[in-house]
């Protein structure tokens, strides 16, 4: 059943619509996927669902989140909301601990709770050495884990996380994925917005790709993989022309793509992929499964990190 329900959306911001009538679901205890360029409307639609910003009133346009409207019940979504912004907005006077005790006094708890509760995240989040440092002793990383354990202090049932892990070394992007889980497994709905194709493949149930303010494409990332693109990628080092002469013609199988200035070919048949291997030097050449990555720039043309 879903938790979350957002149906014909849309934004307008001066003469720039936004977001473009968008819908979706999701199930409590799973995670949404966001996927993008930059300007694709993922954090204008985020922005709406938590209240930050009001969508057009428009003919069958409806947002509910666990039986609450935004713009009627702004106050109560927050209070079982956790969000994490792109930014890190912590108050860099201020000690760790302090952060994380100024945000439970926002939701009315007790010292006494407060205290727990943040000794319970930090752990959480592996920072309980780091409760006496000052913000701006800590790194990027550990900044970034503890947005996200300030989100956690009112032990949300809904998680909006904008590119949580954006410029992070693999080894800490590796832990707040693994938190992450666990939160999913404990009945937390998770909503996301990523730049990275691999984070999203890893933790969402489902995705909502997005261009130019409309939603092109949702479903499971295995299944959109599946459903989109071939299942074998075939990708020479620089700009190889070597298979395109009409005396070496491609397999019928095989699919030629050029995106981006970078050429790509595709097949359901391993072998015929294999057989380009031997018309280009060892090392010049990746040979690998399809991705996310390849839907997307299918689909659209277009990076995740496009910016305009």
């Not at 057009?56 to 909301?81: M, V």
């Not at 006496?132 to 049932?157: C, D, F, T």
């Not at 299942?231 to 022309?241: C, D, K, L, R």
Request: proline share 5%; with cysteine; glycine share 6%.
């Amino acid at each position: 059943m879903a938790v979350i329900s957002v149906r014909n959306v849309h934004k307008h911001y001066k003469r720039v619509l936004a977001v473009k009538g968008v819908g979706f679901d999701v199930e409590q205890g799973t995670c949404l996927g966001f996927l993008g360029p930059n300007g694709a409307g993922k954090s204008t639609l985020m922005k709406m669902l938590y209240g930050r910003c009001r969508p057009d009133s428009t003919p069958e346009y409806s947002i509910n989140l666990f039986g609450h409207e935004p713009n009627r019940d702004e106050l109560a979504i927050k209070h079982f909301s956790g969000v994490v912004p792109q930014d890190n907005n912590l108050d860099e006077e201020l000690n760790v601990r302090q952060n994380l005790m100024v945000y439970a006094r926002f939701y009315g708890m007790s010292r006494h709770r407060a205290q727990a509760r943040i000794d319970e995240l930090l752990a959480f989040m592996e920072l309980p050495e780091k409760a006496s440092e000052k913000i701006k002793q800590l790194s990027g990383g550990m900044n970034r884990r503890l947005v996200i354990a300030r989100a956690l202090l009112n032990s949300p049932r809904l998680l909006i996380l904008d590119e949580p892990t954006t410029g992070l070394d693999p080894q800490v992007r590796h832990l707040i994925w693994d938190r992450l889980r666990r939160l999913k497994k404990q009945g937390t709905t998770i909503l996301l917005t990523t730049h990275y194709m691999e984070e999203a493949f890893r933790l969402c149930d489902n995705l909502l790709i997005m261009h130019e303010g409309q939603k092109i494409m949702e479903g499971a990332p295995r299944a959109l993989i599946k459903a989109n693109i071939e299942a074998f990628v075939f990708e020479p080092m620089g700009n190889e022309t070597v298979f395109s002469s009409p005396d070496r013609p491609l397999p019928p199988s095989v699919r030629r793509e050029e995106c981006l200035g970078v050429t790509r070919y595709f097949s359901d048949t391993l072998e015929d992929l294999k057989s380009l291997c031997d018309h280009v030097e060892d090392g010049q050449y990746h040979l690998r499964h399809s991705n996310l990555e390849d839907v997307f720039l299918k689909t659209t043309g277009r990076v995740l990190s496009d910016k305009q």
